[in-house]
């Protein structure tokens, strides 16, 4: 069967029209992406100051007020900050004016109660939560004050939602930016002040700054859209509670299989096991975050947008997956490659042991990379599967660590990993083939298929290669991929990548 994507952009005009929009997934990936890189920078920087200024027991307790928040945040918010997302993007996508309106100001009106109930429900369980968290009263003041947070949370998610749903990238990322800075300096003020007195009005005031911040982005946007006329619809509230509940049952159900994994681990292993695996999943996940931050800021809006256009549906879905693979197959080539130089360097020497399970991680990146734009087609179409597309996986997942860690040790982890976003892409693939005919097109297939290329040469230096020179088939692999990944975006967009980065350059330098 002809994938309607390859027939489309075989003409002229259809190739222009390509070419447009492959610039716009690039620009988008580029600016979140970088955007996101900066904030990882800027979190390195925070986390390691707290630690010199409050010491691991100022360190944990902080930690611990900011996973009573977002349990509090993530239970009360409902999942609004996607489903407001996506119905105010089809809303826009309509071309009706007073739908968009409705869907806004029904938006805030829910965001608003749900945000008033999280903080009042909160303040009033501070005691026990206290007492359940620490073992007694003391922090329930703490708490108390903390519950101004959920509100604040609220309100931010709201405005985003507004920027997000927009498809204004370059304010948003500015925003993250701006954001992630203005953050980093009040917190560590508030710290060199008060120590560890300091945290509670730390983080009060870091959801504040994000507040207003968020607020001042959002400003224009919620001129254009104020509207006194424009009613509360019950309708539209049901569709955001409706796919909002999806989405606190997701994330419930992912926060449950990330304890999981780790009590299997601890217990078929041990605790240092556990640190090797916690290192391995947060260095694999660097890179991805970059590419998949992007996506989901930037992607779903588009797709909710055309979601009533199949075509147009399968299209976007086919060259997110190109972006995609293009910038993560060099990433995930050069993370196996060099994982046993990257553990000493990210964390210490004895985390060694650790180099081998990141490569098997780094292949289940490469599956992720393939399975997410396909579970956002399923999002976007409020289709239910959406949820249970990933229960399949992650009980995959669970299945194969059960199974696996007794008798292959850490490195089942790795595999499992594998299977899980295997099984993720097979069963995202069939529920997009039912609801949109999809298919990937040529070009997504020959990225795909040298992306497993690209990942076996770079495995079987390790195995046919003596020690230490196995990484060395791998670092040409990677090279390689470099170029062709800068060589196919530029084809796929036709711009010249490096020379416009470097006219702009020169323009600024003038």
């Keep these: 069967m002809t ?18 929009s492959y610039r716009s997934v690039l620009k988008a990936t580029s600016l979140l992406g970088g955007a996101t890189a900066i904030n990882l920078i800027l979190s390195m920087v925070r986390v390691k100051c707290v630690a010199l200024l409050l010491g691991p027991g100022g360190l944990g307790l902080m930690g611990m007020f900011q996973s009573i928040i977002t349990m509090a945040t993530t239970l ?68 108390l004050c903390l519950s101004s947070m959920v509100m604040c949370s609220m309100l931010t998610t709201c405005d985003a939602a507004l920027i997000q749903s927009a498809q204004q990238i370059g304010r948003l990322a500015k925003l993250n930016v701006v954001g992630g800075l203005v953050g980093t300096v009040v917190s560590l003020s508030c710290f060199a ?64 299989s990330g304890y999981l994994q780790r009590v299997l681990i601890l217990r078929s292993l041990d605790e240092s096991a556990l640190g090797f695996f916690q290192a391995a999943e947060g260095l694999s996940g660097l890179y991805a975050g970059y590419i998949l931050g992007a996506m989901g800021t930037d992607f779903l809006p588009r797709l909710s947008a055309a979601v009533s256009d199949s075509g147009t549906v399968n299209r976007l879905v086919n060259e997110q997956t190109v972006v995609a693979l293009l ?88 595999y499992a990993t594998i299977l899980s976003f295997a099984v993720f892409t097979l069963v995202n693939l069939i529920a997009a083939r039912s609801l949109t005919d999809f298919r990937w097109s040529r070009d997504a297939w020959q990225v795909i298929g040298l992306g497993f290329l690209a990942l076996g040469m770079t495995g079987a230096g390790f ?17 390689l991929s470099c170029y062709w990944g800068y060589r196919r975006l530029c084809h796929l967009t036709q711009i010249p990548l490096v020379g416009r980065l470097l006219g702009r350059l020169k323009r600024q330098a003038a």
């Excluded at 994507?5 to 002229?12: D, E, G, L």
């Excluded at 005009?13 to 447009?20: L, M």
């Excluded at 195995?463 to 090279?479: E, I, N, R, S, T």
Aim: with cysteine; glycine share 12%.
């Design 327 to 414: 910038i993560g197959i060099p990433g995930v080539v050069g993370t196996i490659c060099f994982a046993p130089l990257l553990m000493p360097v990210f964390y210490a020497s004895n985390f060694g042991p650790a180099a081998e399970l990141l490569k098997w991680m780094a292949v289940g990146v490469f599956g992720r990379l393939i399975s997410w734009p396909l579970s956002f087609l399923l999002m976007a179409k409020g289709d239910s599967r959406f949820l249970w597309t990933n229960v399949i996986a992650t009980l995959a997942q669970l299945w194969a660590l059960w199974v696996g860690l007794p008798r292959l040790g850490l490195n089942a982890c790795g």
């Design 3 to 20: 994938d309607r994507t390859t027939s489309t952009i075989s003409s002229p005009d259809g190739a222009v029209d390509s070419s447009r």
């Design 193 to 256: 002040m008060w120590r560890q007195e300091g945290i509670v009005p730390a983080l009060i005031a870091g959801a504040v700054v994000q507040w207003l911040l968020t607020r001042h982005f959002a400003r224009q946007l919620s001129q254009s859209y104020a509207d006194p006329s424009a009613g509360y619809s019950r309708e539209v509230a049901g569709r955001l509670f409706r796919f909002g509940g999806t989405m606190v049952v997701l994330g419930f159900m992912v926060s449950i």
């Design 76 to 143: 009360s918010g409902m999942g609004m900050n996607y489903s407001g997302v996506r119905e105010i993007a089809e809303a826009r996508g309509s071309g009706d004016e007073e739908q968009l309106k409705t869907a806004v100001t029904t938006f805030r009106r829910v965001s608003l109660w749900l945000g008033i109930g999280g903080t009042a429900a909160l303040a009033a369980l501070c005691i026990p939560i206290s007492r359940i968290t620490f073992g007694d009263g003391a922090q329930a003041f703490s708490i």
């Design 463 to 479: 195995l046919l290669v003596p020690a230490p020179w196995g990484f060395v088939p791998g670092a040409v692999v990677f090279l």
